[in-house]
């Protein structure tokens, strides 16, 4: 098939603006600043914040790619010495202060992690302005929900035990089902 690149990535980035599928831009000026690197800025609306905010699907991705490069499993890497990757180190005391707890499940206008999130705690801003990323508003409005509700980390989904689904009823073409595999088609 012979494609017409101009022609096929116009008609690539219509069905994507049709969509309203996040796309990301990058700010000409922060490209021509050689100090600073690119900032991505995404030209779509947030989302809603979901009733339930969950780690594994909503806090998990925000802190890989944010928070465990400097507060994770590595000491190496953690000259704070606070960690975040698990529930018992997260609501423990910081290092730095006996008095601040990293976070405080349901409530966290107490939690100083929380705090440094949205830049109103007694330390730097997290993640620190030099970081790669940034985080968004709706990352911050799903931390705030997440801590509202308890901070519930879970396991890491690899991790979890395999459980077997239970196999659905069938009333129509019950004669085709020979095999519980058959039962999902």
């Known amino acids: ?15 994507l603006a049709t969509l309203s599928i996040p796309v990301l831009t990058c700010s000409v000026a922060s490209i021509a600043d050689a100090d ?5 800025v995404s030209t779509s609306k947030s989302p809603v914040i979901p009733e339930q905010v969950t780690f594994n699907a909503h806090i998990r991705p925000i802190m890989s790619n944010t928070c465990f490069a400097c507060h994770g499993p590595d000491a190496e890497e953690n000259p ?3 960690r975040i990757d698990s529930f018992a ?11 601040a707890v990293g976070i405080k499940p349901g409530d966290p206008m107490h939690s100083e992690a929380f705090l440094r999130i ?6 730097e801003q997290m993640p620190p302005a030099e970081f790669r990323h940034r985080l968004t508003d709706y990352d911050k409005a799903l931390f705030r929900r997440w801590i509202e509700q308890g ?8 991790y979890a035990p395999i459980v077997r689904p239970a196999v659905p009823a069938v009333n129509t073409f019950a004669d085709k089902v020979h095999n519980p595999i058959d039962a999902l088609f």
Do not use: C
Not at 1 to 15: D, E, G, V, Y
Not at 89 to 99: N, R
């Open 1 to 15: 098939m012979n494609f017409n690149r101009p022609r096929f990535a116009l008609a690539t980035l219509s069905i």
């Open 36 to 40: 600073e690197p690119p900032t991505l």
């Open 80 to 82: 704070s010495g606070y």
């Open 89 to 99: 180190a997260a609501t423990s005391v910081l290092p730095s202060d006996d008095e």
């Open 118 to 123: 949205i830049d109103e705690g007694n330390g």
């Open 151 to 158: 901070a519930k980390y879970e396991q890491h989904w690899s």
